[in-house]
């Protein structure tokens, strides 16, 4: 431990400044070696085709992210979209090589007189070589942060940055503060070839070294490397029954509870053999079935699910199975069977009664329960549209194969709405209170079906969509800037005796 000594004028007790290392060119081989051995295991990531290539050689990886001209592995990235993309630069063509440039963090441990100290090394990475018109990795180290270890507290040797664990505790229910907190140097690797110097420091129940020896990679958050090895029983607990996944991923959010305890011990071999992260450890707890493709199905709408589930008392398996059975399902059936829940339990529905919450039409249920929830809301709303709809028709437009014509009632929103797999029944409050212009544009020949929704405001469209969300072809957006050229401005100031 560093030394208890006076200050320069003898009035006060200070401790004894410790000396860390400040040059990169100090720290040991063994660590760089080992910082140069991850970095090398870093593929870069198309982003639009989703292949992955060598940082060295930039040929394209195989399945098993093995590059077969360099004879080497690399790490794999993340699938899913609620994780951070691990292990990955991306970029969008291959000749936006040379554009790269990446910094990447490492954390490795060191002991100095019984202090521990917590180094982040930053690692910046480019492409860009003037001596060569091919893309060339370079890289270059520094240190950007040294932490000193203590049981309550860790400060910043650069910094004097003092960071208590009491106040992280205390703030763990603020979500701002949590995400706050949890994501401080997330996207860091940790240095695992030298963790044995812990075992006789306040580490020692944490058995942190035992848990990183079954990681490939360890990326942890700065709080699950400092807070929860040490205060956290959890953590102990997790390591000790090989969950080594979950131990070193947002362990401080997990509720150590009797509840908790239950599930693990129940599903341990289950949980051991597939070594769960956080978020898929989430989705099992929401399913709480040992099967992976549920699993994988609950991390696609986690939060959402969840809101699901608990709102009607429905199983993940009931949701999926009757999701399965609906014509033309796409994904935004969780956001409206989650709208509809709502409307069903503020119309006064049985939500207990399955055929309320599993209608057999789902999408034709949830439109009937829109008109008349927005109904009960504003009983005037279809009247005002009705109304304006008629000043509108002065910008009707038609030719030989198409009309233009103002949106006349929640009806006709609604069906537009389904017709065209677009939002638009949801503008009928804006519609109504003049905020907005709807009009839809039809083909002669097919007048009962949608072509392209479009909106207006201040006499310029502001968006037309055909189904789908998709921009209209080039010929029919030639028709609309013609027809917008002569669009008459309709005042929204009409008197609310106008209205009544």
């Known amino acids: 431990m560093n030394q208890l000594i006076f200050s320069n004028d003898f009035d006060k007790i200070i401790e004894e400044p410790i000396d860390y290392i400040s040059n990169i060119d100090d720290i040991s081989p063994n660590i760089i070696n080992n910082i140069k051995d991850i970095s090398n295991k870093i593929a870069i990531y198309n982003i ?9 050689c930039f040929n394209k990886l195989n399945k098993n992210y093995y590059c077969k001209h360099c ?12 994780r951070y993309k691990n292990a990955i630069m991306n970029y969008n063509e291959i000749d936006e090589i040379k554009n790269i440039e ?10 100095v007189k019984g202090n521990i100290l917590l180094y982040v090394i930053k690692e910046h990475i480019y492409f860009n070589n003037p001596l060569t018109p091919l ?8 240190i950007q942060e040294v932490w000193h270890i203590k049981e309550d507290y860790m400060t910043n040797l650069i910094t004097k940055e003092v960071t208590i664990y009491n106040d992280i505790d205390n703030k763990i229910d603020d979500m701002e503060e949590k995400e706050r907190v949890y994501d401080l140097l997330y996207d860091t690797y940790l240095c695992l070839n030298n963790l044995d110097i812990l075992k006789n420091t306040i580490y020692k129940y944490s058995l942190i070294w035992e848990g990183v020896k079954h990681l490939k990679l360890v990326k942890p958050c700065l709080v699950n490397m400092v807070y929860a090895p040490i205060h956290l029983k959890q953590f102990e607990y997790l390591v000790k029954n090989k969950l080594y996944n979950l131990a070193f991923d947002y362990t401080c959010t997990l509720n150590y509870d009797n509840k908790l305890k239950k599930l693990l011990k129940a599903n341990l071999d289950f949980l051991q053999k597939n070594d769960l992260d956080y978020y898929h450890f989430l989705a099992f707890e929401l399913c709480q079935k040992q099967d992976l493709d549920l699993i994988n199905y609950c991390m696609q709408h986690l939060y959402l699910l ?12 009931e949701l999926r199975d009757y999701f399965a059975q609906q014509e033309d399902f796409n994904e935004e059936y969780y956001v409206d069977y989650n709208d509809y829940l709502r409307m069903l339990k ?23 329960l829109y008109l008349e929830y927005t109904i009960s809301k504003d009983k005037k709303i279809n009247d005002k549209i009705n109304k304006f709809s008629k000043i509108l028709e002065l910008n009707s437009y038609q030719d030989d194969q198409y009309i233009i014509i103002p949106a006349s009632s929640i009806e006709s929103l609604i069906d537009e709405s389904k017709q065209q797999s677009n939002c638009v029944r949801t503008y009928s ?11 839809f544009m039809r083909k002669k020949d097919k007048l009962d079906e949608s072509f392209v929704t479009i909106e207006v405001k201040n006499g310029k469209i ?9 921009l209209p072809s080039d010929d029919i957006m030639n028709i609309l800037k013609r027809w917008e050229h002569n669009l008459i401005i309709i005042e929204t100031n009409i008197k609310e005796s106008d209205d009544n």
């Open 306 to 317: 969840k809101e699901i589930t608990e709102t009607a008392n429905i199983t993940v398996e």
């Open 102 to 111: 990446d910094n990447i963090k490492y954390y490795f441990f060191d002991i």
């Open 71 to 82: 004879h080497k592995s690399f790490y794999h990235p993340y699938e899913d979209e609620l």
């Open 346 to 368: 503020e119309e006064g529905y049985n939500i207990k009664d399955k055929k309320n919450i599993f209608p057999s039409n789902f999408y034709e249920a949830h439109n009937k």
């Open 48 to 56: 639009c085709d989703g292949t992955t290539i060598c940082s060295n």
């Open 135 to 142: 893309p060339f990795k370079t890289s270059s180290l520094s």
């Open 462 to 470: 502001v968006q037309a969509r055909t189904k789908y969300n998709q």
């Open 429 to 439: 409050r804006r519609y109504s209170n003049k905020e907005t212009e709807l009009y």
